[in-house]
């Protein structure tokens, strides 16, 4: 059974720094790209940020708004996926859900599907 | 980035009665590998999001037959057959041919 498990959130006051976690099981962590998906309370679903496979490189991508403040990074002998969160802002605060995203093998589309969620952490920046 | 629009915005249904949302896209999710990346999810509440649909038309292992999938290009259409009181939440389409962008989601509830 795949499982998420995210840890790490609180409060932090704007500007400060906070790193969340993931622990993934159920399944062969390093063969997968790994994305963080955030949700402002009572707001819909805002796409963050992935980390690709040791294959390509462990390359990440970012969404606009976070670029240059938050860092994605993953150790595979841990099953682990990290963000490290940095400057943050009042506009950061959200439930940050650790997510999967499903093999392929060719052809693959920039994109791709998100097939798992863990339960999510909720982060509260606020002074 | 992709703009993915879904309407309507909330829905008010009867039990067993059906449910249709639609979800247009910017610009079409065909990729050249002859697949369109939409996806469907629904989020009920207080839970994380979970995968209905995948591939516009794919149910996702151990979702019920009454979620179906539709469409093509930038046009797309989820329907349930019959609407049960399980089916309550927020349910929300995903582009994945460029990095990942939602709709900006349907609330369903029960009459």
């Known amino acids: 059974e795949v499982q998420l498990v995210e840890s790490g959130g609180g409060l932090v006051q704007p500007g400060g720094s906070l790193r969340l976690s993931c622990a993934a099981s159920?399944?062969?962590?390093?063969?997968?790209?790994m994305d963080w998906v955030r949700q402002a309370p009572g707001k819909g679903l805002e796409w963050v940020g992935r980390?690709?496979?040791?294959?390509?490189?462990?390359?990440?991508e970012y969404t606009a708004s976070v670029k240059g403040r938050f860092t994605i990074s993953r150790d595979d002998s841990k099953n682990s996926l990290y963000l490290q969160m940095n400057s943050l802002k009042t506009e950061d605060t959200a439930v940050y859900y650790c997510?999967?995203?499903?093999?392929?093998?060719?052809?693959?589309?920039?994109?791709?599907?998100?097939?798992?969620w863990g339960q999510g952490t909720l982060v509260t920046v606020s002074s | 980035d992709i703009v993915m629009t879904q309407t309507p915005l909330s829905l008010s249904v009867t039990p067993g009665q059906p449910a249709s949302i639609s979800c247009k896209s910017s610009?079409?999710?065909?990729?050249?590998?002859?697949?369109?990346?939409l996806c469907w999810y629904l989020q009920k509440p207080g839970q994380s999001p979970q995968l209905l649909i995948y591939?516009?038309?794919s149910r996702f292992s151990g979702v019920p037959d009454r979620f179906s999938g539709s469409g093509s290009g930038t046009d797309f259409t989820l329907k349930i057959s019959r609407v049960e009181a399980e089916d309550v939440g927020v349910y929300y389409c995903?582009?994945?041919?460029?990095?990942?962008?939602f709709g900006g989601g349907t609330k369903v509830e029960i009459k």
């Open positions: 997510t999967r995203v499903p093999l392929c093998t060719t052809r693959c589309p920039i994109g791709r599907d998100i097939d798992y």
């Open positions: 159920g399944f062969t962590f390093s063969d997968h790209y």
């Open positions: 980390t690709r496979n040791k294959a390509n490189s462990y390359t990440t």
């Open positions: 610009q079409s999710l065909l990729h050249s590998d002859g697949k369109t990346y």
């Open positions: 591939g516009v038309s």
């Open positions: 995903m582009q994945g041919i460029h990095l990942p962008t």
